[in-house]
């Protein structure tokens, strides 16, 4: 297995879930089941911001709403990096995951199927996760050396 594969298990809370990205084992804060960042690919090989993904799973027992859940790598509200929605409608039934990639092209060339959903367009067949600009205003693009990935359930 490729040593960047980082496999995480993060609750997603009223507020906000923080998972730091480094090659030692993240802290994590734990609030309310349900919504988990389930893995994290953040350097791959090659042009590694187009091909960065992360993978979300419902481990509860009803289906989640994730209209108003935001993902990103700000985790302060007024910064730099960036913030993304999932669009109007999205919904995650229990015991499914979606997988989130920078761009469909870059996640297509590693693993030859298209993401779910893409952070940045790349392709008009893969839906498109939406600004978030209420958070931050950056792009979100998770640094090697260590970042942090949040998911936000912010009304």
Not at 75 to 96: A, D, I, V, Y
Request: overall charge negative; cysteine-free; glycine content about 8%.
């Amino acid at each position: 297995m490729h040593q960047n594969f980082i496999w995480r298990w993060l609750l997603l809370a009223a507020t906000a879930v923080f998972i730091t990205i480094s090659h030692s084992p993240a802290q994590a804060q734990i609030i309310n089941p349900g919504l988990l960042i389930t893995e994290v690919f953040y350097n791959p090989p090659g042009e590694e911001s187009e091909r960065e993904w992360l993978e979300i799973a419902n481990v509860g027992t009803a289906v989640l709403d994730l209209s108003n859940i935001k993902v990103g790598d700000e985790e302060q509200s007024g910064g730099g990096e960036g913030m993304r929605r999932f669009p109007e409608g999205t919904l995650l039934e229990p015991e499914q995951a979606l997988v989130v990639a920078q761009t469909a092209v870059g996640f297509r060339f590693l693993y030859g199927r298209n993401p779910d959903f893409e952070l940045t367009d790349s392709d008009p067949t893969v839906p498109d996760m939406r600004n978030y600009f209420l958070w931050s205003t950056g792009d979100v693009a998770l640094a090697n050396d260590g970042d942090q990935l949040v998911l936000l359930n912010e009304q």
